[in-house]
């Protein structure tokens, strides 16, 4: 059964420790700004719930997936591989196969630091697109607007190129601390759902939709 906005859902598929905040924060950022609702297991906390029972939920829920391997190396406490991304991917590629018709609608976006360096830990991938961001914020944004853009229902609709919109977050990334002080909140302690709310609040002055092209 096709749940409400499924067709404007993304699920992000990434790590949510410091180290990637600066990459995760941009691509929730660009998600949103290309007019779709980003969604991942942060959303929600709920200690009746299993981790591996929000995340099936919430792709059950997302027509697009955004799926981010960049981050399998050896941990440098207990020198094993994070899995949980791949594991995910698994996940959601296993809905768009056993799926109902809506899920067999999905579209998937997956991203890497380099180029075939999946092949050494997830080969039965191979075959697949994987899209290169080297770690790098524009390259990041770019590579999710032009994948949302093809698959874009309303063909009247053209998001703006990708070095916009990270010009875009650049500017909000500034504003950001203003917005925050404004609202009585500390930015290094906001949650993902309110960093998804001070991004609405943002793009109610700064909506690119409402530009006239003549």
């Given at each position: ?63 697009w997936g955004i ?5 399998t190396e050896l ?140």
């Open positions: 059964m096709k749940t409400a906005n499924y067709e404007k859902n993304v699920f992000i598929n990434c790590p949510f420790d410091d180290d990637y905040k600066f990459l995760f924060d941009a691509l929730v950022f660009a998600v949103r700004d290309c007019g779709f609702t980003a969604r991942c297991a942060l959303e929600i906390d709920n200690a009746a719930q299993t981790r591996i029972d929000k995340i099936v939920k919430i792709v059950s829920e997302c027509q799926h981010d391997l960049s981050r941990d440098a406490n207990n020198l094993l591989p994070r899995f949980n991304m791949p594991f995910e991917l698994g996940i959601f590629l296993g809905a768009t196969w056993f799926g109902d018709e809506h899920q067999r609608e999905k579209r998937c976006l997956i991203l890497d630091k380099e180029k075939y360096r999946y092949q050494k830990f997830c080969s039965d991938i191979s075959g697949q697109d994987i899209s290169v961001h080297d770690g790098n914020i524009q390259k990041a944004i770019t590579l999710i607007r032009n994948w949302l853009q093809i698959g874009y229902s309303d063909k009247n609709i053209v998001i703006p190129c990708g070095s916009i919109l990270f010009q875009r977050y650049e500017i909000f990334e500034d504003d950001l601390p203003i917005i925050c002080k404004n609202m009585n909140l500390n930015e290094k302690e906001i949650i993902f759902s309110d960093f998804i709310f001070l991004i609405e609040k943002w793009l109610l002055k700064n909506d690119w939709r409402r530009v006239d092209i003549l």
